[in-house]
């Protein structure tokens, strides 16, 4: 009777044994995304791609500073559409619907608007 109890016990220890060591096995492929997303942490080292957010009727940032050479992506993180016109003619994105993005490389300086939301406005600098 008593050895039946102790074999239980031991059966019980080696059950919790088991799973602790399971636990610290999640501990270690916790830790793997962790020291990979160090790695994306250095990540920002790398030059940002110049993004510009069109959210509740506004581009943001209003005004973005770009080097030559640089690609904007607009983002129409909006609920309605909308565009982006020059305002000296040239540029046109486009109906951008929402959820999608357009890209190009402005070659100077220049303002644009949204020709759906005509107060709606933006410009991009290139710094060279
Ligand atoms: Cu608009």
Not at 62 to 75: E, S, Y
Not at 87 to 96: A, C, D, E, M, T
Not at 102 to 120: A, G, T
Request: net charge positive; glycine share 8%.
């Amino acid at each position: 009777m008593l050895k039946k109890l102790l074999s239980y016990v031991f059966v019980w220890a080696l059950l919790l044994e088991i799973s602790s060591g399971c636990n610290s096995d999640n501990g270690k492929t916790q830790n793997n995304p962790a020291s990979g997303s160090a790695a994306t942490n250095g990540t920002p080292v790398v030059k940002q791609a110049p993004v510009v957010v069109i959210e509740q009727m506004k581009f943001t940032p209003d005004t973005l500073a770009i080097q030559p050479g640089d690609t904007v992506t607009f983002i129409n993180k909006d609920i309605v559409p909308h565009d982006i016109t020059e305002v000296n003619g040239g540029q046109h994105s486009g109906k951008l619907d929402p959820g999608t993005s357009w890209r190009f490389v402005p070659q100077k300086n220049l303002d644009y608007f949204c020709s759906i939301h005509m107060v709606m406005k933006g410009s991009i600098r290139v710094h060279r």
